[in-house]
Nanobody, 128 residues
Framework: QVQLVESGGGLVQAGGSLRLSCVAS????????MAWFRHAPGKAHEFVAC????????YYADSMKGRFTISRDNAKNTVYLQMNSLKPEDTAIYYC?????????????????????WGRGTQVTVSS
């Protein structure tokens, strides 16, 4: 089982930026898929972005393309989410998720049910 710990959330003004981090520990595989989801009050959990520890492919929700960037540091077992041009509607708890040995199906992974390991989340609040 992999353990995931998010950090980097906070309060930021609209138009600002934040970088979230997710450190993975425990049983990790190079072919695992890592993802970011978010959950705003009164809304369903929403896929944000995903990538694997290998390869260069990244995938984003349409509403995040161009503003959010997912990246990784394999040496640190850390996945990042750089968020720019933040809007009040980006306010949510952001969760890191992982699924072991799922690289071959990464292009189709957009649902919470696709991921078996989750962090506790980090709060992002964007003020207007």
């Amino acid at each position: 089982q992999v353990q995931l710990v998010e950090s980097g959330g906070g309060l930021v003004q609209a138009g600002g930026s934040l970088r979230l981090s997710c450190v993975a520990s425990g049983r990790t595989f190079s072919t695992s898929v890592m993802a970011w989801f978010r959950h705003a009050p009164g809304k369903a959990h929403e896929f944000v972005a995903c990538m694997s520890w290998i390869g260069d492919s990244t995938y984003y929700a349409d509403s995040m393309k161009g503003r959010f960037t997912i990246s990784r540091d394999n040496a640190k077992n850390t996945v990042y989410l750089q968020m720019n041009s933040l809007k009040p509607e980006d306010t949510a708890i952001y969760y890191c998720a992982a699924e072991d040995r799922a690289f071959w199906r990464i292009a189709a992974m957009r649902s919470r049910a696709d991921f078996g390991s989750w962090g506790r989340g980090t709060q992002v609040t964007v003020s207007s």
